[in-house]
């Protein structure tokens, strides 16, 4: 009985709760943007990480059925007050967004190089 | 028997209570004045102010909450939506959604920027596997650049890392210069943001119209003479302090110019960028005649 406790303790404590920032990301079946993706969630979504899986780049998310990897910079660990669609949902009905479009919006978040021009010894 | 014994002492018990408040009543001893006083000096009065006071500051963040839900975006977010929905749309003329190698030119921008003080400048690249854009930067947030570069264009011209900045720069100064915006912008765009959706409705034209805009801009009109030479003067006075990284940026011109004149699928480059050839002449110091 103890010893089922004590698995039950560690294997709670390997599971995160995190929340989509981007207006949409992907879920991949491995740790790399161009690897399959296996479906799309829209900002604020919550996922559950088990962080024993997770690297500094790729989060390991399980949803439901999906299991793959997010990209860690996609999501946080709490909610997302300035998600563009909350933000704008007036704006967002007119824009009036199909399902492709979200694939690829999220697709593009995949895709970006990112960088900043920062002072010399200022940390990104 | 314990139990009725109990029942008949608590009625006794109640029954002397209400007499002697009654009897105090009577007397006037109890002063409900006195009673409100206490309550008052206790706080509770205090207490259900800063509730009400609460509840009243709730309702009023939810209102204005719900008036910037029908907004429309502020200026920064507009952009940024824009130029994503408009990459979105044109995925399949641009070819974005292709696998290629890490490039490492994010590292070397940041040297660039760096040496040229433009610090606080977030950005993000997306290489195109197509010739229709071969550079060009698209307006985001605040300080935000969305660049666009062509790995084609690049292997064409076999442009290095340090190059491929310098084009990445000369975009940059075009975008701070505001030459994107100002062209794509419809006339009265500027009195919708962030204005509530009931002062001033729109509708999807709007959008469509501001669509429009880019796609002719980024494949058809591009940059007027007025702006590239004053882009170009401009990187020729942030360069010439360092003339290894002049003449690179004058020898990626050069290359340009080469390219568009001999290969019929950038033929384009020169009326988007007008042109290769004239910003050679500006970057060439006058001589001085004696």
């Known amino acids: 009985m103890m010893i089922l406790m004590l698995i039950q303790i560690t294997l709670a404590s390997t599971m995160d709760r995190v929340y989509v920032q981007q207006p949409f990301t992907h879920i991949h079946h491995s740790a790399s943007r161009f690897s399959m993706i296996l479906t799309t969630f829209e900002c604020n979504h919550p996922l559950t990480i088990d962080t024993k899986k997770s690297s500094s780049e790729w989060l390991h998310a399980l949803y439901g059925e999906f299991e793959g990897f997010v990209m860690a910079e996609h999501v946080g660990d709490q909610r997302n007050e300035n998600c563009l669609q909350y933000k704008y949902p007036k704006f967002f009905e007119v824009l009036n967004l199909g399902i492709g479009d979200m694939h690829k919006w999220a697709r593009l978040l995949d895709l970006f190089d990112e960088g900043e021009s920062l002072p010399s010894g200022v940390k990104k | 028997m314990i139990l009725i014994f109990c029942l008949s002492f608590l009625w006794a018990q109640e ?26 000096k206790d706080g509770l009065k205090k207490e259900a102010e800063q509730r009400q006071q609460k509840v009243e500051t709730k309702k009023t963040i939810r209102k204005i909450e719900q008036k910037q839900k029908i907004r429309f975006p502020v200026e920064e977010d507009f952009w940024e939506i824009m130029t994503m929905l408009w990459l979105v749309q044109n995925s399949d003329i641009l070819k974005w959604d292709f696998k290629r190698p890490a490039y490492g030119v994010s590292e070397a921008f940041d040297d660039l920027l760096s ?14 596997n ?11 947030k605040k300080n935000d650049v969305i660049f666009i570069l062509s790995v084609p264009f690049m292997k064409a011209i076999d442009l290095s890392k340090t190059e491929i900045t310098l084009l990445m720069l000369e975009d940059l100064l075009r975008i701070n210069k505001g030459y994107f915006k100002e062209t794509v912008s419809p006339k009265d765009l500027k009195e919708y943001f962030g204005v509530e959706y009931q002062k001033k409705p729109y509708s999807k034209q709007l959008i469509d119209q501001v669509m429009t805009n880019y796609s002719d801009f980024v494949f058809q009109k591009g940059f007027n003479f007025q702006q590239q030479f004053e882009v170009t003067k401009h990187m020729g006075e942030i360069l010439k302090s360092r003339l290894n990284i002049w003449n690179a940026y004058f020898s990626v011109i050069k290359r340009i110019d080469g390219l568009v004149k001999s290969n019929t699928l950038y033929k384009d480059y020169n009326r988007l960028f007008p042109s290769p050839e004239l910003q050679m002449q500006w970057l060439t110091p006058a001589k001085v005649e004696r």
Do not use: C, N
């Not at chain 2, 197509?130 to 985001?140: E, K, L, W, Y």
């Open chain 2, 130 to 140: 197509g010739p229709s854009i071969s550079h060009m930067a698209f307006p985001g």
């Open chain 2, 15 to 40: 029954t002397k209570d209400q007499t002697t408040l009654e009897k105090a009543m009577d007397a006037g001893f109890v002063d409900f004045k006195e009673v409100k006083e206490v309550l008052q």
């Open chain 2, 115 to 128: 040496w040229t003080g433009m610090f606080g400048i977030r950005y993000k690249i997306l290489y195109v």
